[in-house]
Structure formats: structure tokens, C-alpha cells
């Protein structure tokens, strides 16, 4: 995926693997890392026959990450991605649905992992409506229940973890807005 200022309009069609790893790299507070497909081949011996070195810089700092965490928290404890509170620990994330209903995506993350989940036919111009008897697929409904599911079990066993605190690195304190939009300071 090209960076252009572009993509924020949703004028590219990103890949999935390309979406999920720039939410690895929010999990990871600002740290990209390269996406692989094997980390490590095992001989017959039990011996280790390759084993991939991550490659990785620091795209973002860990304050704007923290600052992004803290938004991108709202879609699901307040938004359109509420089907992931399923998931019993902190998660942060956004969905998507393009126009028309021709895909619908769910990308989120916990601090030690992240998955996104797309919705699309083959053929673009078609609509999602309609699939598994939903009047409207949304990046809120089948993908976000898969993310769930997936995290439930990429995570089983795995200590609860907590997002950094937002850095407010514009000086100011973060701000709930509620449905009568009224500001209200965060719980």
C-alpha cells in the first residue's frame, strides 16, 4: 500500500494483510514491523531450519500511539464495534463498510496482537446485503464477531493486559462526546 494522504478517503484497496499489519503497529505503540508468513521451520531432528528475523523500525511514537489507542477504543466500547466487548479484555479498533455494501472490514487489536477481518465478492459492484440472512452486512456485524472469535482463542491463556494511558499530546484532555453532543471528560 502506497502512502499517499489519499488513502484516508478510501480511495485504495488495501490488502488485508497490509490493514492488519498497521494495526500491528499500533498494538506495538508506533514499532512496523515487516509481515511474515513462517517464523520457523523445525527438522525431523527438532532442530531449527529457519527461523525469520523481524524487521522492524519506529513508524510512530509511542505517545501518538497511546493518544490513537485511546480513540480507536470508542469504536468499541461505545461505537459500531461493541460485538468485540465479547471478547473480555481491552481492544481497540475500527470498522468500515464501503459504499453500497460491497465490503465490510473489522480491524482491531489488543497489546499483544492484532487481525482484521474482510468481507468482499469477487465481484466489486455486487452488494454484501442479504448474506447470512443480514439486510445489512456491516464491518460491525459478521467481521467483528470473527475478530471476536479468533482473539478468543489466539489469546486463551494469555494475561490480560491494559492499553497505555493517552499522552494528550496536543496539551488537551481527551474528551467523550455523547450521543446529545455534549462533551463529557473520559471515565
Known sequence: MMPTPSIVLGTSSPHVIDVANAYATFAAQGIKSKPFLVSQVMGSNKGVLYEATPQTQEAFSKEVMADLTYALKGTITGGTGAAALALG???AGKTGT???????????????????VSFFRDNATQSLN??????????????ARIWTQFMKGALKGEPIMDFPAPSNIGGLDPVV???????TPPN
Open 98 to 116: 464501503s459504499q453500497s455494501n460491497a465490503s465490510a472490514w473489522f480491524s482491531a487489536y489488543t497489546p499483544q496482537i492484532a487481525a482484521s
Open 130 to 143: 442479504g448474506i447470512g440472512g443480514m439486510t445489512s452486512l456491516t464491518g460491525g456485524t459478521f467481521p
Open 177 to 183: 462526546m455523547t450521543s446529545g453532543g455534549k462533551q
Open 89 to 91: 479484555r481491552p481492544a
